[in-house]
């Protein structure tokens, strides 16, 4: 069954350009400019942290929290948007420094559940019952400062509290290996399919994959994504290219390695993707030395990239394909997959 492609990005994706090296090298824009963008390059849905749908969030009463929420949501229909999901950002605060669900202070790892309740909320504000976890700081810089096992059970703990504050919600938790952290407790898919099976509601728990962060673990990222269809688990992606074991670059979909890229969108299709409401999410960069306009073209590209990849899977001889397979002749199959991809006819 072939899949159904929409896609979505967060607000984080049109970025001014600091790195932890240096200052920002293009002026913000103010979320309500970036809402039009979204339709304008070929996007349907908004990916949010909790704070960029209600920024400064933790100096608002709740209901303060709720009316700022809804009123992004009126945004959203204005401009025919929908929201994808939040994602409480445990990374930032003074309390998270030492992590969110796995700080050993026990008034931070409240502060980090509060919070993510209150993601739950905003959810529901913005319309939608996808929770995103990446779990930034859930690690270590060295291995003695936690126990690992009493991490995992801490986040497995924190999550409860999600899923029994609402029983519509669904959770999807982003796998990485590193980055901020030295170690992370749940560093690829595998991890987070294991951490659902230890929750109140594993059948609500699944995961959001991405390309950059299975690279960083040394994988491949359409096998990640085969693993967690065959698990059902898989309910997003964010897709994006990664130039090998290095710091996560968010480059462009399909940029460094389009076989790669190739082989990701081929799986996706393979199997139905998209046909029950998952999104296509491109959660990519402008690279630093972008000036500011054309600092958009990562999106548009990445999207475009996207959609030709979709193109040139469908357009392969599947018998050909099919019988190369039967024959074990891989050298062929090798042949066939790089003709398609340097523009020879199949
Ligand atoms: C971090 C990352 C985040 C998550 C959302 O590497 O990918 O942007 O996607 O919190
Ligand atoms: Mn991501």
């Known amino acids: 069954m072939a899949g159904t492609f929409r896609f979505t990005f967060g607000p984080w994706n049109i970025h001014e350009g600091a790195d932890p090296f240096g200052p920002t090298v293009r002026p913000a824009i103010a979320f309500e400019k970036k809402l039009p963008l979204y339709r304008e390059l070929g996007f349907e849905g908004v990916q ?3 704070d960029d749908a209600v920024p400064n969030l933790n100096q608002l009463a709740p209901a303060q929290v709720l009316a700022a929420a809804k009123d992004v949501r009126r945004q959203l229909d204005a401009h025919g948007l929908t929201a994808e999901f939040v994602a409480p950002r445990l990374w930032e605060d003074p309390r998270t420094i030492d992590g969110g669900y796995t700080a050993n202070d026990p008034a931070c790892r409240q502060y980090a559940i509060d919070r993510s ?3 739950v909320d905003i959810a529901n504000a913005l319309g939608t019952k996808l929770i995103v976890l990446w779990l930034a700081r859930e690690g270590t810089y060295l ?9 995992v059970e801490r986040i497995a703990a924190a999550i409860d509290v999600l899923l029994k504050h609402d029983p519509e919600i669904r959770i999807a938790i982003e796998a990485k290996p590193n980055e901020p952290m030295d170690h992370t407790y749940i560093p690829t898919t595998g991890h ?4 659902a099976a230890l929750t109140v509601a594993p059948e609500r728990v699944g995961v959001v994959i991405e390309s950059a962060h299975a690279i960083l673990a040394g994988l491949d ?3 990640e994504m085969g693993y967690a269809l065959a698990c059902k688990k898989l309910w997003s992606v ?3 290219d990664q130039n090998g074991l290095k710091f996560d670059e968010d480059r462009a979909f399909g940029a460094v390695d389009l076989r790669r890229a190739l082989n990701q969108v081929r799986i996706l299709d393979a199997h139905g993707y998209g046909n029950h409401g998952e999104w296509v999410g491109l959660d990519v960069k402008a690279i630093r030395t972008q000036k500011p306009e054309a600092a958009l073209k990562h999106l548009r590209n990445s999207r475009a990239v996207f959609l030709r990849l979709l193109e040139l899977s469908r357009g392969i001889s599947q018998t050909r394909w099919a019988e190369l ?5 891989y050298e062929e199959l090798d042949m066939l997959i790089l003709d398609a991809l340097m523009g020879a006819k199949g």
């Open 238 to 240: 964010h897709l994006n």
């Open 143 to 151: 291995r003695e400062a936690k126990d690992s096992k009493v991490a």
């Open 325 to 329: 397979v039967a024959d074990r002749d």
């Open 117 to 119: 309740r209150q993601a």
């Open 192 to 195: 987070a399919i294991g951490l």
């Open 48 to 50: 949010f942290h909790d």
């Open 221 to 223: 990222p359409s096998d």
